[in-house]
């Protein structure tokens, strides 16, 4: 249940308001001056704040700039300043949104689950396995077998783009636009390289592959070691091993 805290003077309407969030679910808190407000951001942890700029002992944007410098909780200025001047001054001292009054429960509860949505902590990315291969984005480690691999940073999105699809053919081509960022293709031969080299710190060769399967005609297929392979191409990266330049 979001927890919301709504500063507002005005006692009707921070009924109303309160009234409004609660039918839909929410955890409401109240403050009629800056201070308490204040106080209530600090005790309370909301998860959002609906904050009115007219407020009896504070201006509004002060409480705004304020709250920002301790917390992060997203910020939506519900007030009857209406101007362009006003709206931006709000944003760039750090409000999520700004609703203008009078505006509805409906609206205001939408506003509130677009704040919370655009500043929701991106779901943690679980480390990819492989067979004894384990990757991790986030911290942008590999390991076979308990051995960390000593990659550099285009190998590791290379082998992570790959271990993320592993069991599945990916062309050539797509590498190219996903992983070197050439949305119009390009020259396969950084990419075979780069395989070469990737094979290399695996511990494996294009003649006698382990997790790199080169697939005839089609891409190269990333899987644990003893999945059935594929039919093999002799490319680039087989015919000579290049050395890292």
Do not use: C, N
Request: charged share 30%; proline share 6%; hydrophobic share 40%.
């Amino acid at each position: 249940m979001p927890k919301v805290l709504v500063v507002e003077d005005d006692a009707m309407i921070r009924t109303a308001v309160t009234r409004a969030l609660t039918s839909k679910g929410y955890a409401v808190a109240s403050a009629d001056t800056a201070m308490s407000g204040l106080q209530l951001a600090v005790s309370e942890h909301p998860d959002v704040v609906v904050l009115d700029l007219g407020l009896p002992d504070l201006d509004g944007r002060e409480v705004l700039r304020m709250i920002r410098a301790i917390s992060k909780v997203p910020i939506i200025v519900a007030t009857s300043r209406g101007t362009e001047e006003d709206i931006v001054r709000s944003l760039d001292a750090g409000a999520d949104d700004y609703v203008v009054k009078p505006y509805g429960g409906a609206q205001l509860d939408a506003r509130i689950r677009a704040v919370l949505r655009r500043t929701a902590d991106p779901p943690e990315e679980p480390v990819i396995e492989v067979g004894g291969l384990q990757v991790d984005r986030r911290a942008r480690r590999a390991s076979v077998d308990g051995h960390d691999l000593d990659l550099t940073p285009r190998e590791f999105d290379l082998l992570h783009y790959l271990a993320a699809r592993a069991g599945t053919v990916v062309t050539k081509q797509e590498l190219l636009v996903e992983v070197w960022q050439q949305p119009y293709g390009g020259s396969d031969k950084s990419l075979d390289v780069h395989l070469s080299w990737l094979r290399r710190k695996l511990g494996e060769s294009a003649t006698e592959p382990r997790y790199l399967q080169t697939v005839h005609r089609v891409g190269v297929r990333l899987a644990a070691p003893g999945a059935p392979e594929q039919e093999h191409e002799q490319g680039p990266e087989q015919q000579q091993e290049q050395e890292p330049g």
